[in-house]
């Protein structure tokens, strides 16, 4: 038994030490990628996104407030039903019915459900935008391959009731309730998709970006602080891209993530400055995507 035990502790040693070392070169990496090389690369991913659709989307901004009484009556956006025969949006779509929203219930997944997921992963890893970002973060030595991206956007966590009822794909892609709060919902195709359903009553906004791309490049895109209710519950701000691919966003976040993790990244998209925020959070001495979004003033 003595033994037993001191092999367990033995282990976690090894395990954490390992860990350590991961994290000191994964710091040292990212701060050598210059905020230029972000800028760069940012108008390249958005160059390369191939299922934009903001031309094919009717952005309703409506009124400007600061809670949820808002000052909107109508949907935040009608979307011609072509954008979602896309292959990215398309198999993100069948996801949303995956989770469950309250944190504090650990999420299971049926194997039809999982093949679902998978099916989608590889159609993000299978776009000129995700195989960019992919060979970004490589030539730079930060983390990367599929295996890692599972890990840091897929894998459950607990947001501090014990339960594995979370991950950063959830957060940032849908919604997630925590007591009488909605935390998330980055993402506008999730965003359309309740909005339409009548879950999801958009009452307005703090900030509102409409034209974000369009110098030098087919693509634009717009961003919105969006203020809504749902499932009963108000959430007075949260940012997100319109018009854009789950594959470029999964990747500027990825990348932004890897390189300037709870911080600030600064990246230019068809001759639009902005950041991307992303947070971390850390579980059992791991580290996973806790949120990313968009910053719109």
Partial sequence: MIKAIAFVILALAIAQLEAAAIDYEYANNSILVTDAQLRSLGAELFNLDQNNVRNIITVAAQGRGTGCPGLASDRLMTVNTAAYSRPTIARLLPLFNHYRADVNIAETFTAAQTREQNEFIDAVFNTPVMRRAETFLQQNGLPSGRANFVRNWFDLYSRGTGALGSNGFEHVFMAETRDSSIMGAHQWIWFDDQNRRGILNYRGHRSFQGTIGGVGTANRASGISAIFNWRGFCKPISSLFIG??????????????????????????????????????????????????????
């Fill in 244 to 297: 854009t691919s789950p594959e470029f966003e999964l990747a500027i976040f990825n990348v932004c993530y890897h390189a300037r993790r709870n911080g600030l990244c600064p990246v230019t998209l068809g001759g639009t400055n902005l950041n991307i925020q992303t947070f971390d959070i850390t579980r059992s001495g791991r580290q996973f995507v806790s949120t990313a979004y968009p910053v719109i003033n």
